[in-house]
């Protein structure tokens, strides 16, 4: 940076963005906390919330959903099968595709996992309007789609 230029913090854009950042943080700590009574850490939930919302999913596909690398998970798939809460299974017409499903177990951990993260969205979120809220969610997914070109990150 020269004299010049203007310093980033004073660029609004850049200031927002730090907010952003902070509070993500600050909501993954909360999040932490808020499950160590279930024995789950955020990464754990975020892979059992999406095989209980797409029963059946591929590893790959559940790699790509989380943008994380496959083995990533492959050092949390065997955690989550340890604990009774995930099956792999060999796909029918691929062998090479392994498809995860929750046990019952896993499903009931999951519920309640949903219900904790739930509330601590609705305590953080509570500070915003409905209307700010949308507008926050609205911008988010406008910045995911600049970011990935438009690829399907749901």
């Not at 989380?66 to 099968?81: C, D, I, T, Y």
């Amino acid at each position: 940076m020269n004299k010049k230029q203007a310093l980033p913090w004073d660029n609004p854009r850049f200031r927002n963005w730090i907010a952003v950042a902070r509070a993500h943080q600050l909501m993954g700590l909360t999040l932490t906390r808020a499950l160590q009574g279930l024995d789950l850490k955020p990464p754990h939930l975020d892979i059992l919330a999406n095989v209980y919302r797409y029963p059946g999913i591929s590893q790959q596909d559940l790699a790509n959903k989380l943008l994380v690398g496959r083995s990533n998970l492959s050092m949390l798939l065997p955690q989550l099968e340890q604990r009774g809460l995930i099956e792999r299974r060999t796909d029918d017409d691929d062998r090479r595709v392994l498809r995860l499903t929750l046990t019952r177990k896993g499903e009931a951990l999951t519920e309640d996992a949903l219900t904790i993260q739930t509330e601590v969205i609705e305590k953080a979120m509570s500070a915003s309007s409905a209307q700010d809220c949308n507008m926050v969610g609205d911008v988010m997914r406008r910045m995911l789609e600049k970011l990935t070109d438009g690829e399907d990150r749901e």
